[in-house]
């Protein structure tokens, strides 16, 4: 699969950047492991991080 992200801002940009240049990895190989990590399943969550996917979004309805 394939995610197109427009309009970054330069200055996250350049940090993406740095990062990946740090971890000797490519931008795209950066980009996918934050991806990764953000959404990993065993991800420790904070009272303070927001709750993605559990219906905290408006509008959004919880399954039963």
């Known amino acids: 699969r394939q995610l ?3 309009n970054i801002d330069e200055q996250v940009y350049r940090r993406l950047k740095e ?4 971890a000797r ?3 795209e190989a950066e980009v996918r492991a934050i991806l990764d990590q ?3 399943p065993n991800r420790s969550e904070s009272r303070d991080e927001p709750r993605l996917f559990e219906g905290d979004w ?3 309805t919880e399954e039963t």
């Open 25 to 27: 990895r490519s931008l």
């Open 4 to 6: 197109t992200v427009r």
């Open 58 to 60: 408006p509008g959004a």
């Open 19 to 22: 990062r990946a240049h740090v």
């Open 38 to 40: 953000a959404v990993a």
